[in-house]
Nanobody, 124 residues
Framework: QVQLVESGGGLVQAGDSLRLSCAASGRTFSSYAMGWFRQAPGKGREFIAAINWSGGSTYYADSVKGRFTISRDNAKNTVYLQMNNLKPEDTAVYCC?????????????????WGQGTQVTVSS
């Protein structure tokens, strides 16, 4: 069982940066791949970024590639999402997710545990 708690969201202006954190409970965090997804009002859940168990492999959606960076610190049981050059279309609730087995997926149905999410609002 893994419990995930996101933090770091907020209201920013276009062009600003934010860093989201996702703290995980449990002693086996390093065995999970981690992903970030977002959901804007009236839209479906969108894959943003993922990282494998060691942090050695990452993958990004085209919409955020070059602007967002996912990383993890297994000693702190935490995964991060650094978001730079934010745009109004990045406004959404951002959730982290954990997938058992260590290898990531871009499909939300492949993830086993989810956090409650943190709101990111980008004004123009």
């Amino acid at each position: 069982q893994v419990q995930l708690v996101e933090s770091g969201g907020g209201l920013v202006q276009a062009g600003d940066s934010l860093r989201l954190s996702c703290a995980a409970s449990g002693r086996t965090f390093s065995s999970y791949a981690m992903g970030w997804f977002r959901q804007a009002p009236g839209k479906g859940r969108e894959f943003i970024a993922a990282i494998n168990w060691s942090g050695g492999s990452t993958y990004y959606a085209d919409s955020v590639k070059g602007r967002f960076t996912i990383s993890r610190d297994n000693a702190k049981n935490t995964v991060y999402l650094q978001m730079n050059n934010l745009k109004p279309e990045d406004t959404a609730v951002y959730c982290c997710a954990a997938r058992d087995g260590g290898y990531y997926s871009t499909k939300w149905v492949d993830y086993d545990y989810w956090g409650q999410g943190t709101q990111v609002t980008v004004s123009s």
